[in-house]
């Protein structure tokens, strides 16, 4: 077992990291004294997986468990969904101490954690993803949002978890195609801040696609620990330090929104395509400092398995669709552009006409602009 502390004041928290951890979630949570009532937001899928042995570990630490599913898609990430959840809740809560578990991948936790930020005015919530993408990301650093119809996670929080608990043993169920998802962020993290970890996907891809908990378990721990340097200098994301974060996801949910989040890209996959995108412009625009590494990115990307290109959706849907971006300023873009594995910068204003020409080619629409 693991343990990583994400130091923020009064707002500090672990993030635990290992194999059979959920029989001890009822253990973990009872010495943080969160309150005697655990309400487990999850989807029919996992609460089937993992349901019974949640309910015996809380019960076995004394604390009562409710369980309220969501639809398993993007589409829990609504207003009508989260207005529904808050009213069972507010229904549910009599009498009772009582507080979230987010038992799910990166939708259920942004979800969850949105839910606790505005019940109440805030009530204690803990993050157990049962994804990668989740383990690696989406749970660490308190970003909780919900969509809106015209891009993603325009309404939210950023709110705290009081814990996140990685149990590596919970990756075994996943699909092949969910685990590249996650490999995706892995793969960023690598790019913006740790060649060492880029390069040991590169050597081990095999054994993580193979579901090799010793891999797993190791790119679980240095994601968790890059990012949580990350939230810990920068949480409220107001210096520009935690917004390296966002490499790839600009033209990737733009990606996500052109395709009315149809699921014909997950997000990992989107992030992937938007990464090769921001890589092109950055080529395009001269902040590369190293092209090798550039070429790298492309081959990593395609041997896991995940898509660099967006087929099948036209060049002016993403165009429209990333000026939606929460980074935009004005009329000012920003992207996050690597510079080498291992680095990357944010820069404003990038010309119009290089945009067009990188969302062209990301498209497989080289003469459209």
């Given amino acids: 077992m693991r343990k990583i502390r994400v130091r923020l004041k009064d707002r500090s928290y672990d993030i635990i990291i290992g194999r059979g951890l959920l029989k001890r979630l009822g253990l973990f949570v009872k010495r943080l004294r969160l309150g005697t009532d655990a309400i487990v937001i999850t989807n029919a899928g996992i609460l089937r997986l993992y349901g019974a042995c949640v309910r015996t570990s809380f019960r076995k630490a004394g604390i009562t468990v409710h369980f309220e599913t969501v639809p398993d898609s993007e589409k829990a990430k609504s207003v009508g969904v989260m207005i529904g959840l808050l009213d069972r809740i507010s229904r549910y809560d009599k009498n009772k101490k009582i507080f979230l578990v987010a038992l799910g991948g990166g939708v259920v936790g942004d979800l969850t954690g949105f839910v606790a930020a505005t019940y109440k005015r805030g009530i204690p919530y803990v993050?157990?993803?049962?994804?990668?993408?989740?383990?690696?990301?989406?749970?660490?650093?308190?970003?909780?949002?919900?969509?809106?119809?015209?891009?993603?996670?325009?309404?939210?929080?950023?709110?705290?978890?009081?814990?996140?608990?990685?149990?590596?043993?919970?990756?075994?169920?996943?699909?092949?195609?969910?685990?590249?998802?996650?490999?995706?962020?892995?793969?960023?993290?690598?790019?913006?801040?740790?060649?060492?970890?880029?390069?040991?996907?590169?050597?081990?891809?095999?054994?993580?696609?193979?579901?090799?908990?010793?891999?797993?378990?190791?790119?679980?721990?240095?994601?968790?620990?890059?990012?949580?340097?990350?939230?810990?200098?920068?949480?409220?994301?107001?210096?520009?330090?935690?917004?390296?974060?966002?490499?790839?996801?600009?033209?990737?949910?733009a990606i996500e929104a052109a395709s009315a989040y149809s699921g014909r890209y997950t997000h990992g996959e989107a992030v992937a395509i938007g990464m090769i995108a921001a890589a092109d412009i950055a080529l395009r625009s001269g902040v590369v400092r190293n092209i090798p590494d550039m070429i790298r990115l492309g081959r990593l990307v395609y041997s896991c398995g995940l898509p660099v290109k967006a087929k099948k959706i036209s060049p002016a849907a993403i165009w429209a669709a990333q000026f939606h971006d929460k980074k935009y300023s004005g009329k000012k873009n920003k992207f996050v552009l690597p510079m080498a594995i291992g680095k990357a910068g944010i820069f404003e204003c990038v010309p119009e006409n290089i945009l067009k020409l990188s969302i062209a080619e990301m498209t497989g629409n080289r003469s459209k602009k």
């Fill in 127 to 253: 993050q157990v993803p049962t994804t990668l993408l989740a383990q690696v990301d989406s749970a660490i650093g308190g970003k909780t949002a919900i969509d809106l119809s015209c891009a993603k996670n325009l309404a939210g929080a950023i709110y705290q978890p009081k814990l996140v608990l990685s149990d590596i043993d919970l990756l075994k169920s996943l699909p092949k195609k969910e685990l590249k998802n996650g490999l995706a962020e892995v793969i960023k993290y690598g790019v913006i801040k740790d060649r060492g970890l880029f390069s040991f996907v590169e050597n081990k891809v095999d054994r993580i696609l193979r579901q090799d908990p010793v891999a797993l378990e190791h790119i679980v721990e240095r994601s968790s620990a890059i990012k949580r340097d990350l939230v810990e200098k920068d949480e409220f994301d107001k210096k520009g330090i935690r917004a390296v974060l966002n490499y790839g996801h600009t033209l990737g949910h």
